[in-house]
């Protein structure tokens, strides 16, 4: 479901997939944000930025939490849903169109940078010379994850299996989840300050878990409106037999929070 690799397939447009995101990958659960909350993040006025915001899903909690909040993304179609969505929740967000790299804040103005399912996408070095700029001398990066876990016999591995049939170039089935206290890739420049994994049972209906499906790099953000509806006709078909109406999916969370050392010279 998730790979980690540095590199951006320029076909995968998460933009196709904002209406069944919005509905359908509501974010992490709530559990989440109160270990975060005692790691110091997502306090009442801090000042955060979550990059790679999607539908706004971690910028409009942490809103919710009474944090000062901007939130980029480089598809202008999540943007617009994602103010939608905060409009309707009715949270401040300063939202703007850009990638990571591109993305402005004010120097040294930030308590905290979250990049939630996000950060592979990024230019690490690039980053690093934001975060630089933009956070308080003892601010933190939180790179985190929310991710099916395709156990054997489970829905989530079947439903794996007939993404792979539509779409063979996908490479992101078979995750196991990050047990490590090292996120990969990452420059030296950056020293761990906490982390946590832990795994919980996150519950669907059959229509959620289709939408859920839809929503992903595999499915809704790669192939064309024709491929993903012969797609979701067997998928429908698929639930039908071997899953409940209901039914709960484990997902494995883990959270990666990191500062930035200082520039060193040889």
């Given at each position: 479901?998730?790979?980690?690799?540095s590199?951006?397939?320029?076909?995968?447009?998460?933009?196709?997939?904002?209406t069944?995101?919005?509905?359908?990958?509501?974010?992490?659960?709530?559990?989440?944000y109160?270990?975060?909350?005692?790691?110091?993040?997502?306090?009442?006025?801090?000042?955060?930025?979550?990059?790679?915001?999607?539908?706004?899903?971690?910028?409009?909690?942490?809103?919710?939490?009474?944090?000062?909040?901007?939130?980029?993304?480089?598809?202008?179609?999540?943007?617009?849903?994602?103010a939608?969505?905060?409009?309707?929740?009715?949270?401040?967000?300063?939202?703007?169109?850009a990638?990571?790299?591109?993305?402005?804040?004010?120097?040294?103005?930030?308590?905290?940078?979250?990049?939630?399912?996000?950060?592979?996408?990024?230019?690490?070095?690039?980053?690093?010379?934001?975060?630089?700029?933009?956070?308080?001398?003892?601010?933190?990066?939180?790179?985190?994850?929310?991710?099916?876990?395709p156990?054997?016999?489970?829905?989530?591995?079947?439903?794996?299996?007939?993404?792979?049939?539509?779409?063979?170039?996908?490479?992101?089935?078979?995750y196991?989840?990050?047990?490590?206290?090292?996120?990969?890739?990452?420059?030296?420049?950056?020293?761990?300050s906490g982390?946590?994994?832990?795994?919980?049972?996150?519950?669907?209906?059959?229509?959620?878990?289709?939408?859920?499906?839809?929503?992903?790099?595999?499915i809704?953000?790669?192939?064309?409106?024709?491929?993903?509806a012969?797609?979701?006709?067997?998928?429908?078909?698929?639930?039908?037999?071997?899953?409940?109406p209901?039914?709960?999916?484990?997902?494995r969370?883990?959270?990666?929070?990191?500062?930035?050392?200082?520039?060193t010279?040889?």
């Amino acid at each position: 479901m998730y790979e980690l690799s540095s590199e951006q397939d320029p076909q995968i447009d998460w933009g196709k997939t904002s209406t069944d995101y919005a509905k359908h990958r509501p974010g992490p659960p709530p559990s989440f944000y109160h270990r975060l909350k005692a790691l110091n993040v997502g306090l009442p006025s801090q000042r955060i930025m979550d990059l790679g915001t999607g539908t706004g899903v971690i910028a409009r909690q942490l809103a919710k939490q009474g944090c000062h909040v901007m939130a980029s993304d480089i598809s202008a179609e999540q943007i617009r849903m994602a103010a939608a969505l905060a409009k309707s929740d009715k949270v401040r967000v300063d939202f703007q169109v850009a990638s990571a790299e591109a993305t402005h804040a004010p120097d040294h103005s930030l308590d905290v940078v979250t990049a939630n399912q996000c950060f592979l996408y990024f230019d690490p070095e690039q980053l690093v010379n934001n975060l630089r700029r933009w956070l308080k001398p003892d601010g933190v990066l939180v790179i985190s994850h929310f991710s099916w876990l395709p156990a054997p016999g489970s829905v989530a591995a079947a439903s794996e299996k007939l993404i792979l049939q539509h779409n063979p170039n996908w490479q992101g089935a078979n995750y196991t989840g990050l047990t490590r206290p090292r996120y990969p890739g990452l420059p030296p420049e950056m020293h761990y300050s906490g982390y946590f994994y832990y795994d919980e049972a996150i519950p669907f209906t059959r229509e959620a878990w289709m939408g859920r499906i839809r929503a992903s790099r595999g499915i809704g953000a790669t192939l064309n409106a024709d491929q993903v509806a012969a797609f979701d006709a067997e998928h429908k078909q698929l639930l039908r037999e071997i899953a409940e109406p209901e039914f709960s999916i484990t997902h494995r969370i883990d959270a990666h929070l990191l500062r930035v050392g200082p520039v060193t010279t040889r």
